[in-house]
């Protein structure tokens, strides 16, 4: 039977990350430019890690779960989930509903609070 060995593993892993990476640091160019447009694509890639770290303590593991957590991070800013002017946020990370519904709920709300922002910013 075939192994790999740990350091193999661990070759492997950080090869997938930095390939997501890659590809999120292409999406928030192509769709949140407003929000990421200051930053260098290191700056991107770390934000994305901490990110990612960050939405593991709600059990958002999938690409497409931390994808809507990184994505809310850039609109509400980096420290949204603990951050008093979204309390609705934190609600919607603690809440019993699937990870999958709780990240969708919660990209919906940073994209609603932005909307609202504009509304009133003109």
């Known amino acids: 039977m075939f192994e790999m060995s740990a350091a193999?593993?661990?070759?492997?892993?950080?090869?997938?990350?930095?390939?997501?990476?890659?590809r999120i640091i292409r999406h928030l160019r192509e769709n949140l430019h407003r929000y990421t447009e200051m930053f260098s694509d290191d700056e991107l890639r770390l934000r994305i890690r901490v990110c990612v770290q960050a939405g593991r303590r709600y059990n958002l593991s999938t690409e497409r779960q931390s994808t809507c957590f990184i994505d809310t991070s850039f609109i509400l800013g980096p420290d949204f989930e603990r951050d008093p002017d979204f309390p609705e946020a934190r609600q919607?990370?603690?809440?019993?509903?699937?990870?999958?519904?709780?990240?969708?709920?919660?990209?919906?709300?940073?994209?609603?609070?932005?909307?609202?922002?504009?509304?009133?910013n003109g």
């Open 8 to 22: 193999h593993v661990s070759a492997f892993q950080q090869m997938v990350s930095s390939i997501f990476e890659e």
């Open 92 to 120: 919607i990370l603690q809440c019993d509903d699937t990870a999958d519904e709780r990240a969708s709920a919660l990209l919906d709300y940073a994209i609603e609070v932005a909307q609202d922002s504009e509304a009133i």
